[in-house]
């Protein structure tokens, strides 16, 4: 089984400040860990991934996120966050020994960013 | 390139109307899936495809749900005698299938509103 809890479900920050949005997931093997993004009546939108390698992964849009195997967490990080950030955040997960390719979603952040 | 496609891209229809929706995935990839977006569920998986063929099915909710894929290509979820709970945004999602952990890339979605 795999699953993914994003225990916020709103994050506020100011523009200019860090913005970091969490995700822990579960599974029982190695996971595959993802996010994405959802503007307003839009698709969602990759964002990064970590398969294996370097626990800090860089993304799109001055996105970054780190893999933490002892907390099975895989927070999205921004240095400074812009009003543009304000959108819909879901992380997901696959169990790379899972025989289905489906990714399993957390329930989605809000991230509003204020001028 | 072109991303994946979706039509329509809303859709109204009374209950106990069946209807088609279409997914045109990016062109080279092998793997489709559709899910569900609604309001209290979150992002729910329903099928995937490799190829045309569906190993797995599972998550279609019930009997009413039925999906072909056709030349390795377009896609169709047909939901008949469509319910009122039926109601989402149902997204589909195309990747390379080799290694299956490549990122899922979403069409726009098709807003689907059972009254």
């Known amino acids: 089984a795999q699953s993914v809890a994003q225990p916020e479900d709103q994050v506020n920050v100011a523009e200019g400040n860090p913005l970091t949005v969490k995700c822990t997931y579960s599974?029982?093997?190695?996971?595959?860990l993802f996010w994405y993004v959802q503007y307003p009546n839009r698709g969602l939108q990759f964002l990064l991934k970590?398969?294996?390698?370097?626990?800090l992964v860089k993304g799109s849009y001055g996105f970054e996120a780190e893999f933490n195997k002892s907390q099975t967490s895989f927070h999205l990080k921004k240095p400074s966050a812009l009003v543009s950030d304000s959108a819909l955040y879901f992380c997901?997960?696959?169990?790379?020994?899972?025989?289905?390719?489906?990714?399993?979603f957390g329930a989605g952040t809000t991230v509003t960013v204020r001028a | 390139g072109a991303g994946v496609s979706q039509s329509p891209s809303n859709k109204v229809t009374e209950k106990g109307k069946d209807v088609e929706l279409r997914c045109d995935p990016i062109?080279?990839?092998?793997?489709l899936y559709w899910y569900r977006q609604s309001l209290g569920q979150g992002l729910e998986f329903l099928i995937y495809?490799?190829?045309?063929?569906?190993?797995?099915k599972s998550g279609l909710p019930s009997d009413r749900f039925s999906a072909e894929r056709t030349g390795g290509s377009v896609s169709t979820l047909t939901i008949q005698r469509t319910q009122q709970e039926d109601s989402a945004v149902y997204l589909c999602?195309?990747?390379?299938?080799?290694?299956?952990?490549?990122?899922?890339?979403f069409g726009p979605g098709t807003r689907l509103t059972v009254t």
């Open positions: 997901a997960v696959r169990d790379i020994r899972s025989n289905d390719y489906k990714l399993s």
């Open positions: 495809f490799q190829g045309n063929s569906a190993p797995d």
């Open positions: 999602a195309s990747s390379f299938r080799e290694p299956p952990s490549y990122e899922q890339y």
């Open positions: 599974v029982s093997g190695n996971p595959y």
């Open positions: 970590y398969i294996t390698g370097d626990n």
């Open positions: 062109s080279g990839h092998t793997a």
